[in-house]
């Protein structure tokens, strides 16, 4: 314990430690961070003209939230960072199973204990962590998982039914003082749905037959599907009703907000290979993960995560990770021949309709081709191709290259390309290297063939670029 800190309910009472609610003390908080002009939620992108001004209305209104949106959508991250505006640590009555505030108990142990020794009563202190709970709503869950049931083995040793002694808190009234984040609550039954009426409206639990009040201090934060919440009837009507605020949240809305979080959350590759992966190269993933949720083939129910695009990079840089590996190369640089594996390992995370069954790597490979085009014509639009094309149409040029082609023999190939340099740079490239200007041409290649100027064949895992086929 830390010298000069209170260590009895006394002590805490002469320090003039307040006493506010646990949506007191978020208003309070967010309400001195937002005059500081801190940043409220870091690690949440996307967010901040939308999402987050909604969630800041419902903290400084009171009230308790429901996060509507799609898989994938941080929903959960958020309510994390909603820990951050707790107080580092607040004081409770020590050994309390439902961290009681030592001037207001509720529990009947603690309120004996205060009559019995009043000032005296000793104090613990206890973090934000220790103030938030997480469950997510399965079919198997129970009341008594989330209020309370009689323990068995209070009974045994002697106590009465009737001694409200005897009760087993759940995970709700032991996180009193604190937050409570449900997570996907339709798909909690009706039964205990219905369970949490008091704990949103008059605070309070129900423990079976026992005729106790626990006037609980909590703020609750539930996730659902938009579709199983509006649509499907699986929230019952009156629990609706007692959430005061709905923020509802979104994919991200561009592509450079795709990509900080992608860029932000993907794991590369261990094992010290230097890695570089160009920005159009993410530009492609990107704008692959916004084609599949604009499709039509695409189950919109379930979404296309971020996490689709953040795990699409880690694949992206494994395969340039381990082609550099195989052929020995100084430096791994992913390509457009490394898309199709990604293509291959990402398969099972979209969930298409189900009339598509038997399409899917049709439909995935068509929206690929439509995000590379996407990305090649904003990039190089109006850029001079020609010189490059001439060795083509002139000099008969065939390029092969494969996802173990080194970047040097794919380049030698070429040779000497005039404007290879200009051609880096509205890539959005800043440092050249082997690896990145065989990258940077295959991707060339790639928009040239897409927009009908060469021809594509491949043909066991080679790809061969020509005039004709």
Wanted: some cysteine.
């Amino acid at each position: 314990m830390d010298v000069g800190r209170p260590s009895t309910v006394g002590e805490l009472r002469a320090s003039g430690y307040p006493d506010r609610s646990v949506k007191e003390e978020l208003r309070a908080n967010l309400l001195a961070r937002l005059g500081r002009g801190e940043e409220l939620f870091p690690g949440i992108v996307g967010f901040d003209g939308t999402v987050l001004p909604a969630l800041e209305r419902g903290i400084l209104a009171g009230h308790d939230l429901i996060f509507l949106g799609e898989r994938g959508q941080a929903k959960t991250r958020l309510i994390r960072r909603i820990v951050d505006l707790l107080d580092e640590e607040v004081p409770v009555i020590a050994g309390c199973e439902v961290n009681d505030h030592p001037y207001r108990p509720i529990c009947a142990r603690c309120r004996q204990l205060l009559a019995d020794r009043g000032g005296e009563t000793q104090i613990a202190w206890i973090g934000r962590e220790d103030r938030y709970a997480e469950k997510l709503a399965t079919p198997d869950v129970s009341v008594a998982d989330l209020i309370g049931d009689v323990d068995p083995i209070r009974v045994a040793e002697g106590r009465y039914l009737a001694d409200e002694l005897t009760i087993h808190y759940g995970l709700i009234p032991r996180t009193n003082r604190g937050i409570v984040a449900i997570n996907e609550l339709p798909d909690l039954p009706e039964r205990i749905q219905v369970a949490l009426f008091n704990i949103l409206e008059e605070r309070d639990v129900q423990i079976r037959g026992y005729r106790v009040r626990l006037p609980l201090d909590l703020l609750l934060v539930v996730t659902a599907n938009p579709d199983d919440y509006t649509h499907r009837g699986r929230i019952v009507s009156p629990l609706k009703d007692r959430f005061g605020t709905q923020v509802r949240t979104h994919y991200p809305r561009t592509l450079a907000d795709e990509i900080r979080i992608m860029e932000q959350e993907a794991r590369p590759p261990a094992g010290g290979m230097p890695l570089r992966v160009p920005i159009y190269m993410k530009e492609i993933l990107a704008a692959l993960t916004a084609e599949l949720r604009r499709s039509p083939h695409v189950n919109h129910r379930s979404g296309v995560s971020v996490r689709y695009s953040i795990g699409n990079l880690e694949t992206l840089a494994a395969a340039a990770v381990r082609r550099a590996a195989r052929t020995g190369e100084p430096e791994a640089v992913p390509r457009v021949c490394d898309l199709p594996a990604v293509l291959a390992s990402s398969l099972g995370r979209v969930e298409f309709d189900t009339i598509e069954e038997g399409r899917e790597d049709e439909i995935l490979a068509r929206a690929l081709k439509t995000a590379e085009l996407e990305v090649f014509r904003r990039r190089l639009a109006g850029f001079d191709l020609q010189p490059l094309l001439a060795r083509f149409e002139t000099g008969g040029l065939v390029i092969e290259t494969s996802e173990l082609t080194p970047a040097a023999e794919l380049l030698a190939q070429v040779g000497e390309l005039p404007g290879l340099a200009q051609l880096l740079r509205r890539l959005g490239v800043e440092e050249e290297s082997p690896g990145v200007a065989a990258s940077a041409l295959e991707f060339a290649l790639e928009g040239l063939h897409l927009s009908r100027r060469l021809n594509k064949h491949v043909e066991e895992g080679v790809v061969r670029y020509a005039v004709e086929g």
